[in-house]
């Protein structure tokens, strides 16, 4: 069956954008699952549920606003949905039923059981006030109450939100609900209920993920060349632990340019002069280069930490590295996926090596609801053994099957969400 074919009636075929995307790969799974499985996949080409709310909120100026928002259970087969939540003005429900599918395939892909879903709301938050966005956030919150839950959705963070944004979700729904429900919503501040280990989670995860691969390549970690085009939340984390583990940072990209030094970089005095001057240009011990020579130096790992569509037919076929972890969502178009295969060069998927921050909010969730916070090396130990585990099964199904990782992480994720299917069974 081609599933690419089945648009759904409430999309316009102008605006199906990455949901597009997220069929193609459904395809690109077929043939290896298992005819009983097979037969279930059209469940997976259709989000569970979309709600789509106006969201009116009074300006600073006294006027009214309005808003257009999304939530999406993509799947909730495994458990609640979990899925970020967020605010750009380039937000479609395409966009967020793709991102809704991904997280089903990703918290499948490291057993944690979640189901798949996202929210966003079409607005840019650099044009609003704090006390806008705060009033925009609780509108919202209120608008997408009936989907939300411990047991039914969990949001988070995403792209312009932030714990301050989740706090306020918590307090929305809180106050509706007439009790403090701190397990509705993962990303929060620790005095809320947040998780020790949350920051670095994902920066953490992409760095075991790559520790694993290098391992099954035989590339040796200490004194490795690591480039790192992001230098945020997930790039930092990755630099900082690749360092400490004895790996040169050579290079680093991020929108204000790109620095190397191959003797390495250090770390911490990049960060800090990131923080001062707003620019990675004049870091202590750097030289600045092109993005084109960022692309082309040569090293044993890049990490791609920034955001969609960076690895592209254009650059892919320069890119002298052995392995590629995805820390972004998306950083490899499809034609530079077969380009890198075609090189031999190894590289980890977007919903395995950056499946430590929902681990984390999953974290999150189960200390929230059991009222029992646990220390920052229980969480570690935890995350570190939940990536291995993961990065296991995908590598030994990749070899087993002869496909690349991110098929095999396709294949391991919809598997186990479609069996969950076929447990269950068909309602009524
Ligand atoms: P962030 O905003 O903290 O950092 C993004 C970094 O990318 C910044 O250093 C920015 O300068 C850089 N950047 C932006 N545009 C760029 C460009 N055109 N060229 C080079 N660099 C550019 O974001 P983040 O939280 O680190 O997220 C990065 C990526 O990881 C996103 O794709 C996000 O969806 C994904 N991700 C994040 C998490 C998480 O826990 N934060 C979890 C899973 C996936």
């Excluded at 991904?102 to 059981?113: G, Y």
Aim: aromatic share 6%; with cysteine.
């Amino acid at each position: 069956m081609n599933n690419v074919s089945h648009i759904p009636s409430y999309l316009s075929a102008e605006h199906l954008g990455p949901w597009e995307t997220f069929l193609v790969q459904v395809d690109r799974v077929e043939p290896h699952l298992s005819p009983d499985l097979r037969k279930l996949t059209p469940i997976l080409t259709r989000p569970m549920r979309a709600l789509i709310v106006n969201v009116p909120i009074r300006l600073d100026n006294g006027e009214m606003g309005h808003f257009e928002g999304y939530r999406v259970q993509h799947n909730l087969a495994r458990g609640p949905g979990k899925g970020g939540i967020r605010f750009h003005p380039d937000v479609t429900l395409a966009e967020v039923m793709a991102l809704s599918a991904w997280m089903t395939v990703k918290n499948a892909v490291v057993n944690v059981p979640f189901g798949g879903a996202k929210g966003g709301v079409r607005v840019d938050p650099r044009q609003l006030s704090i006390a806008e966005l705060e009033r925009l956030t609780r509108r919202y919150t209120s608008e997408i109450h009936i989907l939300l839950g411990q047991d039914k959705d969990v949001p988070a963070p995403d792209i312009n939100t932030n714990e301050q944004t989740m706090a306020w979700i918590m307090d929305t729904y809180s106050m509706n609900e007439g009790r403090t429900a701190m397990s509705v919503v993962t990303g929060k501040p620790i005095s809320l209920g947040g998780s020790l280990g949350r920051k670095d989670a994902t920066g953490r995860g992409v760095f075991v993920a790559t520790v694993e691969a290098a391992r099954h390549i035989s590339l040796e970690l200490s004194g490795a060349r690591v480039a790192v085009q992001g230098f945020g939340n997930v790039g930092e984390a990755a630099a900082r632990l690749f360092s400490n583990a004895g790996a040169k940072i050579v290079a680093i990209q991020d929108s204000t340019g790109a620095i190397v030094n191959p003797a390495g970089l250090d770390v911490r005095a990049v960060k800090a002069w990131r923080h001062e001057h707003g620019t990675l240009q004049g870091a202590p011990g750097a030289e600045s280069v092109s993005t084109d020579d960022f692309w082309q130096m040569e090293t044993d790992v890049l990490i791609a930490a920034a955001m969609e569509n960076q690895i592209t037919a254009a650059n892919a076929g320069h890119i002298r590295t052995r392995i590629i972890t995805e820390g972004a969502n998306g950083p490899t178009t499809p034609e530079a996926d077969l380009i890198l295969q075609e090189r031999g060069i190894t590289v980890i998927p977007d919903v395995l090596a950056n499946a430590g921050g929902v681990t984390v909010s999953y974290f999150e969730w189960v200390q929230d609801i059991s009222a029992f916070f646990w220390t920052e090396d229980e969480i570690n130990a935890r995350l570190d053994r939940i990536m291995r585990e993961a990065f296991a099964a995908v590598w030994d199904s990749a070899q087993a099957k002869g496909i690349p990782l991110r098929t095999a992480a396709f294949v391991l994720g919809c598997e186990r969400v479609l069996l969950a299917h076929k447990v269950r069974g068909l309602y009524p």
